[in-house]
């Protein structure tokens, strides 16, 4: 069997602007918060609505980019991979987080101030 690759795509709306942070090592990244909403019939054929929302990070340009152009409200495409890590906190108990590391981002709406050609941040290998 060919290997699976972990690929994640998701179309939503920022909840709030990126957080940009410079780590020692001199790396840049940005933290995203990523809204997306499922529409469904009810048992009773009522309209209901479930909002998820999604951790999204992203490196070095990307990052800058994101910081530069992307704000909260923002109607983006995600494209990248799913991710965990852990750490203990300060109660020495040991927490997981899940994640995703875009490697794409495409603007999808025209409060970007982007030219049209270039509403795409970074493409690197998008799954589509």
């Known amino acids: 069997m060919n290997s699976v690759k972990n690929s994640v795509q998701l179309i939503g709306h920022m909840g709030a602007d990126p957080v940009m942070k410079t780590l ?24 209901m609505e479930e909002t998820t929302w999604h951790n999204v990070v992203a490196w070095e340009s990307l990052a800058e980019k994101a910081e530069q152009h992307l704000h909260k409200g923002a109607h983006v495409l995600i494209a990248g991979k799913l991710i965990n890590r852990s750490y203990v906190d300060s109660k020495g108990e040991k927490k997981y987080i899940y994640e995703v590391r875009a490697n794409a981002i495409v603007a999808l709406d025209k409060k970007v101030n982007l030219p049209e050609k270039e509403q795409v941040l970074e493409k690197e290998d998008l799954p589509f």
């Open 24 to 47: 020692e090592n001199g790396s840049k990244v940005a933290r995203l918060s990523i809204a997306t909403t499922e529409r469904y019939k009810g048992k009773k054929g009522e309209w």
